[in-house]
């Protein structure tokens, strides 16, 4: 959020980079030095302020573009095409490292990033994936020896159980192609994988996996 009194400690000169094409001032920037310009006694003519308001609008145009293109780039582009390259979805993948941990997600990343021959971006994956098996561990841990679970309307010991979905999620949008189509793979391999994975989680030996979000969905059912 632009502040007045912040612009306000500008001099004129300034203030006045502020209405060229090319500056990187947010609109409302623009409006406000505008508006401390006119306090101080500078004049814009017609023509001056049909410039300006071209510069807000453009900038205003820039941004809206800028979000439906984020918004574009956060979606799963799933297609019918017999032509598309098949993939394990990220729904998918963001629900199943959800439920069943966060290395399950990574292995079906790394093995999406396999199909598309990006091999470094797969190893960096499940590397990622192993680590946070430990960190997710460690971390639950910490937050609940050291009572940082429950407070108020925040419960912290979900956050090791969400991060790492979360950062899958992120490594999805940076490291895979914009907005590639693509057929969903079938379930069948994840759901073999799937099993003894669960077997696992369920059995929780000496712990392990009590911060997994599965077993904490589990435990509110009964």
Known sequence: ??????????????????????????????????????????????VEK?????????????EEQKLKDE????????????????????????????FLGTLFGAILMALNFSTLNKYTSAILTLIFGIIYVPFQYYTYQFIVENNFGNHGKYNFELLPMVLGPAILTLIWVTAMPKRLPYRSKSVLIPAMLAIPIFIIILNNYNDWFSSYFLLDFLNLQK
């Open 71 to 98: 918004q574009e780039d956060l979606k799963d582009h799933i297609t019918d095409d017999p032509s598309a390259i098949a993939l394990h979805s990220k729904t998918l993948i963001w629900t199943s490292s959800l």
């Open 50 to 62: 049909a410039d300006i308001q071209n510069i807000i609008q453009n900038k205003i145009d820039s």
């Open 1 to 46: 959020m632009v502040k007045k009194s912040v612009l306000a400690k500008l001099s004129d000169r300034e203030l006045e980079k502020y209405l060229e094409n090319d500056n990187r001032f947010v609109p409302d920037a623009v409006k406000i030095a505008v508006q401390i310009l006119e306090e101080r006694g500078r004049i814009f003519n017609d």
